[in-house]
């Protein structure tokens, strides 16, 4: 009788620590899962991002990205847009570890998966640029590029984003 109950016990904790936490980064299949928005395998440990969006039934379901410029323009193509994420992760650019992008500092000029050149960091530093920063920098360099736009995620120019 207590078999049976301590097998429960360990079974429902095994299931536990298998599933998606609910909050937070998950862990990431390098080299063999692909970005939500491009596709590309993501491999670049120090420039990739999550993005944790509410689903109907009450969980969340996060999405991986190989560099925060994919993160943003898909955010935008998206109903709700950037309020849609609940989280949004990005990996620090010089040890790799995960950090909230809407706290995070931004440094430009980074050689990233879709060059979109930022890197993030915890810490600001002079010549780093805020969340909002590198958001308007993403969406412009967007607009003025039209690069990495797809048939299925384009920026809306009636919504301001796009060509004019």
Same mark, same amino acid.
């Given at each position: 009788? !207590? *078999?049976? &109950?301590?097998?429960?016990?360990?079974?429902?904790?095994?299931?536990?620590?298998?599933? #998606?936490?609910? /909050? %937070?980064?998950?862990?990431?299949?390098?080299?063999?899962?692909?970005?939500?928005?491009?596709?590309?395998?993501?491999?670049?440990?120090?420039?990739?991002?999550?993005?944790?969006?509410?689903?109907?039934?009450?969980?969340?379901?996060?999405?991986?990205?190989?560099?925060?410029?994919?993160?943003?323009? !898909? *955010?935008? &193509?998206?109903?709700?847009?950037?309020?849609?994420?609940?989280?949004?992760?990005?990996? #620090?650019?010089? /040890? %790799?570890?995960?950090?909230?992008?809407?706290?995070?500092?931004?440094?430009?000029?980074?050689?990233?998966?879709?060059?979109?050149?930022?890197?993030?960091?915890?810490?600001?530093?002079?010549?780093?640029?805020?969340?909002?920063?590198?958001?308007?920098?993403?969406?412009?360099?967007?607009?003025?590029?039209?690069?990495?736009?797809?048939?299925?995620?384009?920026?809306?120019?009636?919504?301001?984003?796009?060509?004019?």
């Amino acid at each position: 009788m !207590w *078999l049976r &109950g301590l097998a429960s016990i360990a079974i429902t904790l095994l299931l536990g620590a298998c599933g #998606d936490p609910g /909050t %937070g980064p998950v862990e990431v299949k390098w080299d063999r899962e692909t970005c939500e928005r491009c596709r590309m395998v993501l491999s670049d440990r120090r420039h990739a991002a999550q993005v944790r969006v509410g689903e109907p039934n009450g969980g969340s379901r996060v999405y991986p990205f190989d560099d925060l410029g994919c993160a943003l323009i !898909w *955010l935008e &193509g998206r109903s709700g847009g950037i309020e849609a994420a609940s989280e949004i992760w990005v990996s #620090d650019w010089r /040890t %790799g570890d995960w950090i909230d992008a809407r706290t995070a500092s931004f440094v430009p000029n980074q050689i990233t998966p879709m060059q979109y050149g930022l890197g993030a960091q915890p810490d600001p530093a002079p010549g780093t640029l805020d969340f909002a920063q590198a958001r308007d920098q993403v969406l412009e360099a967007e607009r003025r590029n039209q690069a990495h736009t797809t048939r299925e995620t384009p920026l809306d120019p009636s919504a301001g984003i796009g060509p004019s």
